[in-house]
């Protein structure tokens, strides 16, 4: 029996070396074999995990190129499979699967045997209802328990599943959802977010009718709302209630390894957002790699009394509550909490998380680094709150975490008597549902850095010439691929989308777009977005959806924004709009455009300011100049970041120069 301080790495060390008789002196050396015998350490993931498939795969990597990687050829496969592996066992140690909590104060434990009926019952009116294989269910539901069960029983029948959270307008939702035609729609009818209860019924029944290949409704009745308001649907509460002798002896489908797990959405600087498509095997395999390897989460496959809690703070629109519930492949409770982190607009409360994870007694606390952030502005005093010492690991990632925030949080945790916190800051993508760059818990730690890069990342950075660097900020690049790449991208013909978003600048390597400097000693350090892609709060949004939404403004003629991340710096995301002739950006109007943001998207992508300006910079083919922009507000001198004989109206580039000039003058002197 393994002790439960031990580092999972460390086990799985030890087991490489009395299964393998492979030895390492260091974690570089364990990392440079990893992405150099690919067969060799994924081949030993699959062994390590204790895999199962009723059929042998002929090889691990048969086409090791990117894109088009084949991973476990021949193995079958299925990711509700691996996580109904922990019935028993979990169960039998006295660890529930799911527990929950909202801002109503509801409390809810989901025991392993009844997750399980719950996701056999569902899958069985999934399936009398016709769903097929490859048919995708389009969900609409927030951070609960039926979430996680939904989708266990869609994807143990072979459909694909995909979600948006109910805080995204219904124009952001529809662009993600008509991409993929659903079959079928899982949908709430209200949340209750910041102390309002929000009736989205208005939300479920144009989405029913924007999409004319659902041909199920299941609604999850949380608000008291008027069900005629709603068209013909079925209470997911009561489709998940059967019990009986068929739904005690449903078992998931075998599934070839790279079926269609879900579809996830990044999203770029134009058009559509990206439909990304994720397989069962690849999509298991990093997610056990990351989650119990790096960021230690979890119970061993020699012991399964270790009791870890594990809570990380995410909307079902942000890859994190995939990840969260990944926590359930290896037997993992997960503590799942539903409602605003920061409590109301009126009574603002930063301690509603550590509360909830005090009470839970949550051993790894994972959340943006936002949240930690807004946490130390607010002087939240985590001393006050004696149940977090149960926790012995802080997880972010979203955005670069500062050293002082990391500092902050760490003195926290000393005043609790918890002397050895452990921060895990981790740095990935929605692109391939995993992490390049994250934590490992024996080296060491340094406030504003991340550990290392993962096992099998093959994670350089790249100077302009192509040629890696180390001590210098470069392109966040992949040299080899890894199992949960995506698979390809919904409806996209000859895989045009999919290699304009990550190969187009290297063919063959992954692209990322993220500014890396890993050190001379192994730490790597990302200074944020190389592309113009707003990520806010750990939520991607492609500026596309954001123009869509503030020039449906009869006054807004045109528009532009940037996200700029600042390493150790609070985010800072303007928006320049030009006006009608005779037009001035008065407060009614800012409101106004704040309400469409927020209406059409997300409130998460409500700008820090809004400016008018006379011109928008325009390429001579008319594209707005969004990276350009972003990189002269980051510091950058003008020449370097835009060509003016590329440009339809250079003129208009000195405002945008005295604006940066401004802001820099105004942080040196706040510093």
Not at 155 to 176: E, F, K, Q, Y
Not at 577 to 593: C, E, F
């Amino acid at each position: 029996m393994s002790a439960p301080n031990v580092p999972h790495i460390r086990l799985y060390q030890d087991w490489l070396r009395e299964a393998r008789g492979l030895r390492f002196e260091d974690y570089h050396a364990l990392w440079r074999w990893s992405v150099t015998d690919l067969d060799g350490f994924w081949q030993s993931i699959w062994d390590y995990y204790r895999l199962e498939s009723p059929t042998p795969h002929a090889k691990v990597l048969a086409e090791p190129r990117m894109p088009g990687a084949r991973w476990f050829e021949g193995a079958q496969f299925n990711y509700a499979r691996q996580v109904f592996r922990h019935v028993a066992p979990a169960h039998a140690a006295g660890l529930p699967a799911i527990i929950s909590r909202n801002e109503k104060g509801q409390h809810g434990e989901l025991s392993w045997p009844e997750l399980r009926r719950q996701v056999a019952a569902l899958a069985l009116h999934l399936r009398s209802q016709g769903l097929q294989p490859g048919d995708r269910v389009a969900a609409y539901l927030p951070n609960i328990p039926q979430a996680m069960v939904a989708f266990l029983a869609v994807v143990s029948l072979g459909g694909v599943w995909s979600i948006c959270a109910p805080d995204m307008g219904t124009a952001a939702v529809l662009d993600r959802f008509r991409q993929i035609a659903p079959k079928m729609l899982i949908a709430c009818d209200g949340v209750r977010y910041g102390g309002r209860d929000m009736d989205r019924t208005a939300v479920v029944a144009e989405l029913k009718a924007a999409l004319p290949t659902v041909t199920h409704l299941l609604v999850q009745r949380s608000l008291a709302t008027d069900p005629k308001a709603l068209p013909a649907f079925t209470d997911l509460d009561d489709a998940m209630a059967a019990t009986g002798p068929e739904v005690d002896a449903f078992e998931p489908a075998w599934l070839p390894f790279d079926h269609p797990l879900w579809i996830v959405y990044s999203s770029g600087t134009t058009g559509l957002p990206k439909p990304i498509v994720h397989g069962h095997g690849g999509t298991v395999l990093v997610g056990l790699q990351m989650l119990n390897l790096h960021n230690d989460i979890g119970c061993s496959y020699e012991d399964n009394n270790r009791g870890e809690r594990y809570h990380w703070y995410s909307s079902t629109g942000w890859v994190m509550w995939n990840a969260q519930m990944g926590g359930l492949l290896n037997g993992t409770t997960v503590c799942i909490y539903d409602g605003n982190p920061a409590g109301s607009k009126e009574n603002p409360d930063w301690t509603v998380l550590w509360r909830f994870a005090a009470d839970l007694g949550v051993t790894f606390f994972g959340a943006g680094a936002a949240y930690f952030a807004n946490c130390m502005k607010a002087g939240v005093d985590l001393a006050s709150m004696p149940g977090l010492k149960a926790v012995r690991a802080l997880g972010t990632t979203g955005s670069p975490l500062s050293e002082d925030t990391q500092r902050w949080g760490t003195q926290q945790f000393e005043r609790l008597g918890v002397h050895d916190i452990w921060w895990c800051n981790i740095s990935g993508g929605t692109d391939f549902a995993g992490a390049f760059i994250g934590g490992h818990r024996e080296l060491p730690q340094v406030p504003g850095q991340m550990q290392c890069r993962l096992l099998g990342c093959a994670v350089e950075a790249w100077d302009e010439q192509g040629q890696p660097v180390t001590g210098q900020v470069g392109e966040l690049v992949c040299t080899q691929p890894i199992p949960s790449m995506p698979l390809y991208f919904w409806n996209d013909a000859g895989d045009r989308r999919y290699l304009s978003s990550y190969f187009d600048t290297y063919p063959g390597v992954w692209r990322h777009g993220d500014w890396l400097r890993i050190t001379p000693e192994g730490g790597c350090i990302i200074y944020g977005r190389s592309d113009a892609t707003i990520n806010r709060y750990g939520l991607r949004m492609g500026t596309s959806e954001l123009y869509s939404a503030v020039e449906a403004l009869p006054e807004v003629l045109d528009s532009l924004v940037v996200d700029l991340e600042y390493l150790g710096r609070e985010s800072y995301m303007p928006l320049f709009v030009v006006l009608r002739p005779g037009m001035t950006l008065d407060a009614p109007l800012k409101a106004r455009l704040a309400v469409a943001i927020r209406n059409a998207l997300s409130p998460r992508f409500v700008p820090d300011a809004i400016l008018q300006v006379a011109e928008i910079p325009r390429t001579l083919s008319g594209k707005k100049q969004e990276l350009p922009i972003k990189k002269l507000l980051l510091g950058q001198p003008l020449e370097k970041v835009v060509n003016r004989d590329a440009m339809a109206n250079p003129g208009c580039l000195d405002w945008y120069v005295d604006f940066a000039r401004e802001r820099s003058a105004a942080a040196r002197g706040a510093a």
